[in-house]
């Protein structure tokens, strides 16, 4: 075997399935590879940012990590805004980045590029393999690091993906997670026992559907709030799983939520802060808490942590466990021309059981969250790192690691502008995915940040940079041009019969809704 | 004033005109100071590598520097792969970069990244403008060495674009060029004279009308062979400029073409080296050349330093000093079922006076440079960096810069699926933009390279990660989605038609070529 077959070979034994790529010349000996080394499918994207949101959104719905195989130092630039979301969602990702021979680099040929600290700024890990002997241990260090929630990055020169590597056993990942402190367990407990108003906030593999069973036994047993971060990685919800709010986008009302506790607990959660920075206004929301606390510290496994938790705390009675709110139902729907509010009912009504929903439809779907907690059985996705164009690709991601649940991405115009080139490629691979696509021909979010800056009189040429109707984007010829196909719709009954349609048939769909 | 404010007014005082724009909520400031501060036209993108693209463009055409306006780390990622084609290019750009607030970004909210770590994979300055008092400063230097052929990226804090700028006056920048040395001069004068068979290659700004016509002069007075680098920034061509052979891509090539010299002179061109590192193949390709050497250095002036060299050496007679080949006639145009090589001759026919070529034909335009050596007076732009995704964006810039001339795109469908949103700037600005694009729905050149390799036979897998024909692009439903109008067309007639149908027309038209 080569270099590129080991790698290969060294992931595909750790259970790796699927390989995210654009590849170009220094990538060929991987390219040739996937015929070669059975187990590693690769899906083609026809742009870089689409291969890593795409490898996202399959390690959030999968739990491991997929790989990306992308071209040198500016293949892998285009990759970096959702691999920065990927980090933010602590998902766990392989990047295999191709580079020039080792013995041409120093010649500085076009492409040349400082790849290692380009990684640096999004990667948990990063290494360029230094000699075909150490590929397989390479790799097997880079899938550890992934597993435990974090984004590796390994960069292998073109040579040393010919050269033949030396017999001898493959290297295998090791234990990501160690287990929780016994005193931190026995902290929390104790804060939680002690009567305080107590709320615990819940991000990355507590909302997973254990984590979230175990939180809601200690809800049960104390009484304490259950909280979720503002922008939930993948949250599971429905049946008996615990109605959490999530803390607010703008920081008066986060604050507002947050400041009648007398203690926090973080279980895998980072410290909240505003998601930007306002003039007179709190960045830090735990500022003024009494007690705040991390039920982990980094690398250990959360939802040990909760069950331990729930094990030392009293058994609330059978009754008690039902959980608040559970069961109480949706909203009507209601009829007529589409507003942001209808169209976040109508989906909670119609998406099936086992529906992965991935949410980039900013403030078209504001009112979506609060909505679904009466909707069937679902999982929820969502923009953590705050940089757009994470939804199209990120739903292909999770259709290709679970391919019999149906995906609905609600996606508004101006993020799904970054990553068109998504749509293809649910093309290409026939992915059950409906995106509902909300054109308000606007970037809204920044006219409501123009108006909350409280400019006397925001100026026209301003108010031009946040207008995306000149000429509108025909998404239905922009959909179908890509391989999808598409309508447009105006009513909910419109949108009620093409989502039906939609959810009916094989392979994706996109509809566009004026809003 | 506040610091957004001082920041465009010290650029508009330097000449800065245009900023091509995709902001933020970090970039409010920014946005609200267009109104405010006369000069600076912002030119919206709807994905980050548009304005980078778009900005290379420009600054090519017009050799003054535009702004960007991005959003923070992860806005900044998305426009890095054409930031890397600019700086091989030597383009003058000025990249303005919002940042949390500087109280704000020890929370690392979620949108927070090591911008300037990034910044540094590409730029020849960069700068975290660290108080108000010094962003007039800041931006002239930023714009200084924008000027002199580097990218420069300006960091902003948020309070510090909405801090009051102290009463004083606005910073300009210097000059970017120093005089080359004298004793260079004589020395490349000396090595012309000594009757050994020399070439002078050209990049840069040597490519330039003043720089032609500097280098024809030498040319003419001792005999000298003129040689472009493989992928020339921004090449003046037709009239009486002389005509140059460009190093070939692939290096057993461009071996043979540059192994006959005794002297290489380097003109604001790097050391040739090969794209890429093959096995058994030369990588620099000066080695064995006995002498080589820079005619400036780092900072100097190419055309003044050409011109001094002319200056030199004894002047030809006027009839010697009429360039081989100058009007030489085009190939007569071949109809029927289109061709890459029919296509090549057409463009070169029908391309109007004083047109600007953007090619990022790939394969299908290999043909084209030697072929419009015969072709009207024109600019010509390639790919610099190899960073596919540079033309559409490319040649909206140059637009902008130059709104009178024509701008052909010569695009193929494998490149122009990176930045497709390009089309939609061409549409909102009204640009007089002609995409001729060209689909053979592969990545040819990966076929052609996977052949190189010389794999005996490549596998299945392996060859659907060149196919872009599943499902086929329908670029004309694409454009027309995106507000740019679109005909398909197949033979050397349709084309011709279409052609001198769009550039009749006002604004931009594609026509997507079945190759």
């Not at 254990?210 to 979720?228: E, F, P, T, Y």
Request: charged share 20%; proline share 7%; hydrophobic share 40%.
């Amino acid at each position: 075997m080569n270099g590129a077959e080991v790698i290969y070979a060294t992931a595909a034994s750790a259970g790796i399935e699927v390989c995210f790529a654009n590849p170009g010349t220094t990538e060929m000996p991987f390219v040739k590879a996937f015929d070669d080394i059975k187990g590693i499918r690769p899906v083609l994207g026809l742009f870089e940012g689409v291969c890593t949101g795409a490898a996202d959104g399959y390690g959030r719905i999968k739990g491991t990590p997929a790989l990306t195989l992308l071209h040198l130092g500016p293949g892998l630039a285009n990759g970096v805004a959702n691999l920065h979301n990927a980090r933010r969602a602590r998902t766990p990702i392989v990047n295999i980045i191709g580079d020039h021979p080792t013995w041409h680099v120093a010649a500085d040929p076009p492409l040349t590029m400082d790849i290692e600290g380009l990684a640096r700024t999004f990667s948990g890990w990063e290494r360029i393999s230094g000699a075909v002997s150490g590929v397989s241990k390479d790799t097997a260090a880079a899938i550890q690091s992934a597993m435990g929630g974090r984004i590796a990055t390994l960069i292998v020169p073109h040579d040393i993906q010919l050269s033949a590597f030396p017999a001898g056993p493959l290297s295998a990942p090791g234990n990501p997670y160690t287990s929780p402190e016994d005193d931190h367990i026995a902290l929390a407990a104790k804060c939680l026992l002690d009567g305080r108003k107590t709320a615990i906030i819940l991000d990355g593999r507590a909302l997973s559907r254990k984590g979230l069973l175990a939180a809601s036994r200690i809800r049960q047993a104390v009484g304490c709030d259950l909280i979720s971060v503002a922008f939930p990685a993948c949250m599971e919800r429905g049946d008996n799983l615990p109605i959490l709010p999530r803390i607010p986008y703008y920081p008066e009302n986060a604050s507002a939520l947050l400041c009648v506790y007398d203690t926090v607990i973080l279980a895998d959660a980072h410290e909240p802060v505003s998601f930007f920075g306002y003039p007179g206004q709190k960045g830090r929301f735990l500022d003024e808490t009494p007690t705040h606390m991390n039920l982990i510290s980094e690398g250990q496994d959360v939802v040990e942590a909760l069950e331990r938790l729930a094990g030392h705390l009293p058994r609330a009675s059978e009754k008690e466990r039902r959980e608040p709110g559970a069961g109480s139902g949706l909203p009507d729907m209601r009829s007529g021309m589409l507003t942001p509010g209808k169209f976040c009912v109508a989906v909670a009504h119609l998406q099936p059981e086992n529906a992965i929903i991935v949410d980039e439809g900013t403030t078209s779907t504001s009112a979506y969250y609060a909505v679904a907690a009466g909707s069937k059985p679902h999982t929820y996705i969502t923009l953590t790192g705050g940089a757009i164009g994470m939804g199209m690709p990120c739903a292909t991601g999770a259709a290709i690691a679970a391919p019999e649940r149906p995906v609905i991405s609600l996606q508004s115009d101006g993020s799904a502008m970054y990553t068109l080139q998504a749509l293809w490629t649910q093309a290409r691979e026939r992915l059950n995915i409906t995106t509902l696509l909300c054109a308000n021909r606007k970037y809204r979010i920044l006219q409501q940040e123009l108006k909350r800056a409280g400019y006397p009189g925001v100026g026209e040429i301003a108010q031009s940079m946040t207008d995306l109707g000149s000429p509108p984007v025909d998404w239905v010829k922009v959909s179908e041009g890509l391989g999808v196909p598409a309508v447009s719709v105006n009513t909910t009954e419109g949108l009620v019969e093409a989502l039906n349609r939609a959810l009916a048939e094989e392979g994706p769909h996109l509809i566009e809704m004026e809003l």
